[in-house]
């Protein structure tokens, strides 16, 4: 994970950018399901009322409405409307000054409105009551029950509002205003105020039982009645709601849409920009690796880690910079949001969190050990692949094509397996989060209901908390997914970080030396050299100097250290014992850069790359011209293949160089490395595809055409290095021989004996070197010794035989 936030950290400023878009989004997300709430509640429920004073009131409601208001409620009232004409209005427009007032009015109008809508039943009750303590009236008590609210009030010689509404079973039911009662008792003094408060104090004790949402509602519906009666058009009052919450919904997602986009945008930027990032880190570090790296870190693996790892790591900072990121602000956003509801349901999150964390620690348990032998698995698959896909003829040749499938298929067959038991546990996860969130949205509902029931809740609060409830458990869930790709991305990241760590064995001194001369003198000074990790070396005690102008050839059996050798010359390796100098300077003293622009360097292996030929000739001189690389190719020999083609020198080169034989991309191998007339040229083995005839007519116009570069030629064939100026024969990894061709027949037997297996004695010129005579007389001298010895042999067993036979006569004469 450190690894991961490492890569990330160039592009912070991105990464601040995105964060607070994030929080655009997230205020967004949380303010919708307020909104989904205000809709029902306010807008459909309240039609659109969002206070419990009326906007205006006729003077007699403004009147008989202070009935349950204290003193300084009273005064409070009398400061918030203004007369005008008929009419008390509401001159407060600030929503804040108005929340304020509907705190303050909230049990007043709440008694207000119930002592407005009394049922028929309970009116009559309350005047049984009344009249029960007053001996006149009481013979009426029993009757009141059969009398009508008007006939009531004829009786009392009181007028009564009655009207007839719907219930919540769509029943008529007939519903008293019996504040005139009350107001005109307390006028004539049968009801005093003391009574009122007292009133007041016992009804607002059973209003504590009741919830905050219900009573407001009920305000609300006071103050809707009080405006309809005062004429105000209910219907433009919710439609104009409907639609200000509406429009302020559209905005919010609007600028949901531009925060997405942007964070979206600026994410993949991100995760582009560090893949971009580690792919330059890897090729630049892979650059500078010597050969003992390479071999350390397969190619397959390098190419895995270059690619299938770079893209998990790149993926998950996209991803990762949008889901992981979000989540907490989500999460923290809609707990404190859940909490504002009060609807004391937070237990039931917390307890879905539980749920979710447990199970997916469950899942992550059983598939995390796949997910960290994945990557190698993948790195085998890559690896088979690449063996097959470069080896395709040699294995159609040997006809190992159903060896090689089913060697795939293991390979493939493993990481398939591996995958499939991943993604089966992985597939258990949205279907285990879909049903947990399910059960959290029946479980808010059965119990929002119980508490919709008990006047405790709204059904748009109710709406509002499984909203933020399912941001909550979907804030987690984004967690858990990423618990899921963050660390495999930190296999991968910890893949990619051990090369980027790798130092290479050979590097460049802090202050290297500059070549003040340019000549090409390159001198072995007792060189040993061993492998990494090797006991025993593989060169020994190397010591030769390679001149301008003079051709330096190096031969031996398979194995001798040949190619080691030349290995050394552009510091693909170190040596470990003794030094190498161009132009006086120790090559480790020089930058790489300047030691390799003095080498021209052809491998035993030819490798082209895709473009045109010219292109290739041109590769270690980008500013060669087209004589230049007509020349080289002329030297090479290539120019009788190249003139053949129609495009000529921009004829294209397959991958590879698939679209041309062994020979031609060995001679188009040797001229790059001429074009780019470097002072020295190595040739490792580099004649070896070439027949006879191009053989001699390349090493001719090399003679004839590059006379000022030192070059190194490692051959298998005597006949290519007959003419060199220096001959050196490797043996075991020692020099065995040193000199001419002549030179090397006289006094080295190794020597001797490669060339007498490859050509013959009169190829050779051992008879005019008068070599094979001397041979002769040494073969007949040994003859002659050899036949001394047996002689002498048997003329000792005689005289031991003759010894015997005297001394046992001896014995017997006496």
Same mark, same amino acid.
């Given at each position: 994970?450190?690894?991961?936030?490492?890569?990330?950290?160039?592009?912070?400023?991105?990464?601040?950018?995105?964060?607070?878009?994030?929080?655009?989004?997230?205020?967004?997300?949380?303010?919708?399901?307020?909104?989904?709430?205000?809709?029902?509640?306010? !807008?459909?429920?309240?039609?659109?009322?969002?206070?419990?004073?009326?906007?205006?009131?006729?003077?007699?409601?403004?009147?008989?409405?202070?009935?349950?208001?204290?003193? #300084?409620?009273?005064?409070?009232?009398?400061?918030?409307?203004?007369?005008?004409?008929?009419?008390?209005?509401?001159? $407060?427009?600030?929503?804040?000054?108005?929340?304020?007032?509907?705190?303050?009015?909230?049990?007043?109008?709440?008694?207000?409105?119930?002592?407005?809508? /009394?049922?028929?039943?309970?009116?009559?009750?309350?005047?049984?009551?009344?009249?029960?303590?007053?001996?006149?009236?009481?013979?009426? #008590?029993?009757?009141?029950?059969?009398?009508?609210?008007?006939?009531?009030?004829?009786?009392?010689?009181?007028? *009564?509002?009655?009207?007839?509404?719907?219930?919540?079973?769509?029943?008529?039911?007939?519903?008293?205003?019996?504040?005139?009662?009350?107001?005109?008792?307390?006028?004539?003094?049968?009801?005093?105020?003391?009574?009122?408060?007292?009133?007041?104090? &016992?009804?607002?004790?059973?209003?504590?039982?009741?919830?905050?949402?219900?009573?407001?509602?009920?305000? $609300?519906?006071?103050?809707?009645?009080?405006?309809?009666?005062?004429?105000?058009?209910?219907?433009?009052?919710?439609?104009?709601?409907?639609?200000?919450?509406?429009?302020?919904?559209?905005?919010?997602?609007?600028?949901?849409?531009?925060?997405?986009?942007?964070?979206?945008?600026?994410?993949?930027?991100?995760?582009?920009? /560090?893949?971009?990032?580690?792919?330059?880190?890897?090729?630049?570090?892979?650059?500078?690796?010597?050969?003992?790296?390479?071999?350390?870190?397969?190619?397959?693996?390098?190419?895995?880690?270059?690619?299938?790892?770079?893209?998990?790591?790149?993926?998950?900072?996209?991803?990762?910079?949008?889901?992981?990121?979000?989540?907490?602000?989500?999460?923290?956003?809609?707990?404190?949001?859940?909490?504002?509801?009060?609807?004391?349901?937070?237990?039931?999150?917390?307890?879905?969190?539980?749920?979710?964390?447990?199970?997916?620690?469950?899942?992550?348990?059983?598939?995390?050990?796949?997910?960290?032998?994945?990557?190698?698995?993948?790195? !085998?698959?890559?690896?088979?692949?690449?063996?097959?896909?470069?080896?395709?003829?040699?294995?159609?040749?040997?006809?190992?094509?159903?060896?090689?499938?089913?060697?795939?298929?293991?390979?493939?067959?493993?990481?398939?397996?591996?995958?499939?038991?991943?993604?089966?546990?992985?597939?258990?996860?949205?279907?285990?989060?879909?049903?947990?969130?399910?059960?959290?949205?029946?479980?808010?509902?059965?119990?929002?209901?119980?508490?919709?029931?008990?006047?405790?809740?709204?059904?748009?609060?109710?709406?509002? *908390?499984?909203?933020?409830?399912?941001?909550?458990?979907?804030?987690?869930?984004?967690?858990?997914?990423?618990?899921?790709?963050?660390?495999?991305?930190?296999?991968?990241?910890?893949?990619?970080?051990? /090369?980027?760590?790798?130092?290479?064995?050979?590097?460049?001194?802090?202050?290297?030396?500059?070549?003040?001369?340019?000549?090409?003198?390159?001198?072995?000074?007792?060189?040993? *050299?061993?492998?990494?990790?090797?006991?025993?070396?593989?060169?020994?005690?190397?010591?030769?100097?390679?001149?301008?102008?003079?051709?330096?050839?190096?031969?031996?059996?398979?194995?001798?250290?040949?190619?080691?050798?030349?290995?050394?010359?552009?510091?693909?390796?170190?040596?470990? !014992?003794?030094?190498?100098?161009?132009?006086?300077?120790?090559?480790?003293?020089?930058?790489?850069?300047?030691?390799?622009?003095?080498?021209?360097?052809?491998?035993?292996?030819?490798?082209?790359?895709?473009?045109?030929?010219?292109?290739?000739?041109?590769?270690?001189?980008?500013?060669?011209?087209?004589?230049?690389?007509?020349?080289?190719?002329?030297?090479?020999?290539?120019?009788?293949?190249?003139?053949?083609?129609?495009?000529?020198?921009?004829?294209?080169?397959?991958?590879?160089?698939?679209?041309?034989?062994?020979?031609?991309?060995?001679?188009?191998?040797?001229?790059?490395?001429?074009? #780019?007339?470097?002072?020295?040229?190595?040739?490792?083995?580099?004649?070896?595809?070439?027949?006879?005839?191009?053989?001699?007519?390349?090493?001719?116009?090399?003679?004839?055409? /590059?006379?000022?570069?030192?070059?190194?030629?490692?051959?298998?064939?005597?006949?290519?290095?007959?003419?060199?100026?220096?001959?050196?024969?490797?043996?075991?990894?020692?020099?065995?021989?040193?000199?001419?061709?002549?030179?090397?027949?006289?006094?080295?037997?190794?020597?001797?004996?490669?060339?007498?297996?490859?050509?013959?004695? #009169?190829?050779?010129?051992?008879?005019?070197?008068?070599?094979?005579?001397?041979?002769?007389?040494?073969?007949?001298?040994?003859?002659?010794?050899?036949?001394?010895?047996?002689? &002498?042999?048997?003329?000792?067993?005689?005289?031991?035989?003759?010894?015997?036979?005297?001394?046992?006569?001896?014995?017997?004469?006496?």
């Amino acid at each position: 994970m450190t690894k991961i936030f490492k890569n990330m950290a160039p592009y912070w400023y991105m990464i601040v950018a995105i964060v607070l878009l994030l929080i655009v989004q997230a205020f967004g997300d949380l303010s919708l399901p307020q909104y989904t709430s205000d809709i029902i509640d306010v !807008g459909i429920q309240n039609k659109g009322v969002e206070h419990i004073l009326p906007v205006k009131m006729t003077e007699d409601e403004y009147e008989i409405s202070q009935l349950y208001m204290t003193s #300084k409620e009273k005064k409070v009232w009398k400061d918030t409307y203004e007369k005008k004409g008929e009419y008390y209005i509401c001159k $407060v427009e600030d929503e804040e000054k108005l929340d304020q007032l509907d705190d303050t009015f909230l049990t007043a109008i709440f008694l207000n409105h119930n002592m407005s809508n /009394v049922k028929e039943s309970q009116f009559k009750k309350m005047i049984k009551n009344s009249i029960a303590s007053n001996p006149a009236m009481a013979p009426m #008590k029993d009757k009141i029950d059969d009398m009508s609210v008007d006939e009531i009030g004829k009786m009392l010689n009181m007028e *009564f509002k009655s009207f007839q509404e719907e219930d919540d079973n769509g029943k008529k039911v007939t519903y008293v205003d019996v504040r005139p009662m009350l107001y005109q008792m307390k006028q004539t003094g049968m009801m005093s105020a003391k009574d009122i408060q007292k009133s007041r104090e &016992e009804i607002e004790k059973k209003m504590n039982d009741i919830g905050e949402s219900t009573l407001f509602s009920t305000g $609300v519906a006071y103050a809707t009645k009080c405006d309809k009666v005062a004429g105000v058009d209910i219907d433009k009052i919710q439609t104009d709601y409907l639609w200000k919450e509406g429009g302020r919904m559209l905005g919010i997602a609007f600028m949901i849409l531009v925060a997405a986009i942007g964070v979206g945008f600026l994410a993949s930027k991100v995760g582009a920009s /560090v893949g971009r990032d580690l792919r330059g880190k890897i090729y630049k570090k892979v650059m500078g690796f010597s050969n003992a790296e390479m071999n350390r870190f397969s190619t397959a693996s390098l190419i895995t880690r270059s690619t299938n790892d770079i893209q998990q790591i790149q993926m998950v900072t996209a991803v990762m910079l949008r889901l992981l990121l979000y989540a907490p602000i989500i999460g923290i956003g809609g707990i404190i949001k859940v909490y504002q509801t009060g609807a004391g349901m937070e237990w039931i999150i917390a307890l879905a969190v539980v749920v979710i964390l447990g199970f997916v620690m469950l899942l992550v348990s059983m598939a995390m050990p796949k997910f960290k032998i994945m990557q190698t698995l993948v790195d !085998g698959l890559n690896l088979v692949s690449r063996e097959i896909l470069t080896g395709l003829s040699v294995i159609r040749a040997f006809g190992r094509e159903k060896t090689e499938e089913e060697r795939f298929d293991e390979a493939n067959k493993k990481l398939t397996g591996t995958q499939l038991f991943t993604n089966r546990i992985m597939t258990f996860m949205m279907p285990g989060m879909m049903f947990i969130m399910y059960s959290v949205t029946i479980l808010i509902t059965w119990v929002s209901a119980q508490k919709i029931d008990a006047g405790t809740l709204q059904v748009g609060a109710m709406t509002a *908390f499984i909203t933020y409830a399912m941001q909550i458990v979907m804030a987690f869930l984004m967690m858990t997914a990423m618990s899921i790709m963050v660390p495999r991305a930190g296999v991968a990241a910890d893949r990619i970080d051990e /090369v980027l760590k790798t130092e290479a064995s050979v590097q460049d001194v802090k202050k290297p030396e500059t070549l003040k001369e340019h000549k090409g003198v390159l001198e072995f000074s007792h060189v040993d *050299f061993k492998y990494p990790g090797a006991e025993h070396n593989v060169l020994s005690d190397i010591d030769f100097k390679v001149e301008p102008g003079k051709t330096t050839a190096i031969i031996g059996s398979t194995g001798c250290g040949k190619s080691t050798l030349v290995n050394l010359i552009p510091r693909f390796y170190d040596v470990t !014992g003794g030094q190498i100098t161009l132009d006086g300077k120790d090559i480790r003293r020089i930058s790489m850069e300047e030691l390799r622009e003095e080498i021209g360097f052809v491998p035993q292996k030819g490798v082209l790359f895709s473009g045109t030929i010219a292109s290739n000739l041109r590769f270690g001189k980008a500013d060669a011209t087209d004589e230049d690389i007509k020349e080289a190719a002329e030297i090479a020999q290539a120019t009788e293949f190249i003139e053949t083609k129609k495009e000529k020198y921009n004829s294209p080169i397959a991958q590879g160089g698939s679209n041309v034989s062994g020979g031609q991309k060995q001679r188009l191998a040797i001229a790059r490395a001429i074009a #780019k007339k470097a002072k020295v040229l190595v040739f490792d083995d580099s004649f070896s595809a070439l027949d006879m005839k191009t053989d001699a007519a390349l090493r001719k116009e090399l003679n004839e055409k /590059v006379q000022d570069a030192s070059i190194v030629i490692v051959a298998q064939r005597v006949s290519t290095i007959l003419h060199a100026d220096q001959i050196l024969v490797l043996d075991d990894g020692k020099i065995v021989g040193k000199g001419t061709h002549e030179e090397l027949l006289k006094n080295c037997e190794v020597y001797l004996q490669i060339a007498k297996s490859q050509l013959s004695e #009169k190829e050779l010129g051992l008879e005019k070197l008068g070599l094979a005579k001397e041979k002769a007389e040494k073969e007949i001298n040994k003859k002659e010794i050899l036949s001394t010895k047996i002689d &002498e042999k048997e003329n000792n067993k005689l005289k031991k035989k003759s010894d015997d036979r005297k001394l046992k006569h001896k014995k017997g004469g006496k």
